[in-house]
C-alpha cells in the first residue's frame, strides 16, 4: 500500500482536523455509490480507509511516524533475536504482494533439540528445514543430535494458513458481494462476502493455504474489516446519519431526499424544525441476526443540521436583524 499521507494528499505535520476533513472528502468522491460504472471504485475507497485507520487514529499515526508499523498498520519485522527465533520458537512474518502480510509458527524444540551449531538456537531454524524436506533428514542432517546436526525425532508442527484481511464497503457487508484478492502467495482468488458479514469474522478458504511436502495444505484466513462510511455511523444495528437542512426548509418546512443503504427516500420535514431534531426512518438500518423474525432490520436516525451559506448575503443579513429586532428569541435563557 502507498504512504498513508500520500493517499489522503496531506502533509506529514498536518493536523487531526485536515486529515479528518481530507478523508471526508476524498471518501465521498471515491464511494462505490457514486462511481458505480468505475470497476476500481472499491479498491481506492477500500485505499482510502485504510490511510485514515492510520492517520485518524493518534496512536498509530504515532507508530507509523517512527518507522514501528507499516502503511498496513502491521508491525515492521526487525529480523532474529539472538542466534535462534523470537522467543524460543516463535515465527517470522511475511508480507507479500498486495500488502497482505502472514506468519510461518513452528513448534519449539524438544529436549536434545540442537539448533544451530552449539546448541544455541530455539528449534525454529530447524522446523522450517524440516517442512523443505519433509520431516526427513536433508544434507547435514543426521539421526544424532549434536553440532551441525538435527534430532528427527524433535517435535515439529508446521503452520501452513495464511491469515489475510480485507476491507469492505458497509454495503457489501450487509448486501453481500464477490471480491478478487491476491493472496501472499501470488494466486488470486474470487471470495464470495455473506450478507450480514460482521466486522471481525473470518471467512475460511480450506486447502488454499501454503504447501509443504509432506502436510495438509494449510488454509486461508479472511479477517473482515468494515470500512467507514462517509455518511453513516453504525450504532448496533440502527444507523445514524446527520442530515444538512437550509435555514428556509427548517422554517417553512420541506421534502427532502435522504439516502438510506437500498435508495434514497423522502422525509417530511415540518415547519419551525430545529436544528438536531431527529427522525426515525424505520426498518432502514442493519439486518438483526438471530432476532426470531426473518428479514428484521434496526433503523435509521436522522439528526438535522441547519447549513448556513459559506458566502456572506446581505439580503439574508437584513432579514435576520429585522426578524431579531422585531422578535426578540434567546434560546439559552434555561442556561443562565
Do not use: C
Not at 27 to 47: I, L
Not at 151 to 159: I, L, N, R, V, W
Not at 208 to 236: C, M, N, S, W
Amino acid at each position: 500500500m502507498r504512504d498513508p499521507y500520500e493517499v489522503l494528499g496531506v502533509q506529514r505535520g498536518a493536523s487531526a482536523a485536515a486529515i479528518k476533513s481530507a478523508f471526508r472528502k476524498l471518501a465521498k468522491k471515491h464511494h462505490p455509490d457514486a462511481n458505480k460504472g468505475d470497476p476500481k471504485a472499491a479498491e481506492r475507497f477500500a485505499e482510502l480507509n485504510a490511510a485514515n485507520e492510520i492517520l485518524g487514529d493518534e496512536d498509530k499515526r504515532k507508530q507509523f511516524d517512527r518507522g514501528e508499523i507499516d502503511a498496513e498498520g502491521k508491525p515492521r519485522f526487525q529480523g532474529f533475536e539472538g542466534a535462534g527465533f523470537p522467543g524460543g520458537g516463535g515465527g517470522a512474518r511475511r508480507a507479500g504482494p498486495g500488502g497482505f502480510e502472514y506468519s510461518f509458527r513452528t513448534g519449539g524444540g524438544g529436549p536434545g533439540a540442537g539448533g544451530f551449531a552449539g546448541g544455541a538456537g530455539s528449534g525454529g531454524f530447524e522446523d522450517i528445514l524440516k517442512s523443505m524436506f519433509g520431516g526427513a533428514g536433508g544434507p547435514g542432517m543426521g539421526a544424532r543430535g549434536g553440532a551441525g546436526a538435527f534430532e528427527q525425532e524433535m517435535p515439529f508442527a508446521a503452520d501452513l494458513d495464511l491469515n489475510v484481511s480485507m476491507t469492505v464497503t458497509l454495503e457489501e457487508a450487509v448486501n453481500g458481494a464477490t471480491r478478487r484478492v491476491r493472496l501472499p502467495t501470488g494466486k488470486e482468488l474470487n471470495v464470495k462476502i455473506p450478507a450480514g458479514v460482521d466486522a471481525g469474522q473470518q471467512i475460511r478458504l480450506k486447502g488454499q493455504g501454503e504447501t509443504a511436502p509432506g502436510h495438509r495444505p494449510g488454509d486461508v484466513l479472511i479477517t473482515v474489516t468494515i470500512a467507514p462510511h462517509p455518511y453513516f455511523k453504525v450504532d448496533g444495528n440502527d444507523l445514524r446519519l446527520d442530515l444538512p437542512i437550509t435555514l428556509y426548509e427548517a422554517v417553512l418546512g420541506a421534502k427532502v431526499r435522504v439516502p438510506t443503504l437500498d435508495g434514497a427516500v423522502q422525509l417530511s420535514i415540518p415547519k419551525n424544525t430545529s436544528s438536531g431534531r431527529t427522525f426515525r426512518l424505520k426498518g432502514k438500518g442493519l439486518p438483526i441476526r438471530n432476532a426470531g423474525t426473518p428479514g428484521a432490520t434496526g433503523d435509521l436516525f436522522a439528526t438535522t443540521r441547519i447549513m448556513l451559506p459559506d458566502a456572506n448575503d446581505a439580503q439574508l443579513e437584513a432579514l435576520m436583524e429585522k426578524w431579531r429586532d422585531q422578535h426578540p428569541f434567546n434560546p439559552r435563557k434555561d442556561l443562565e
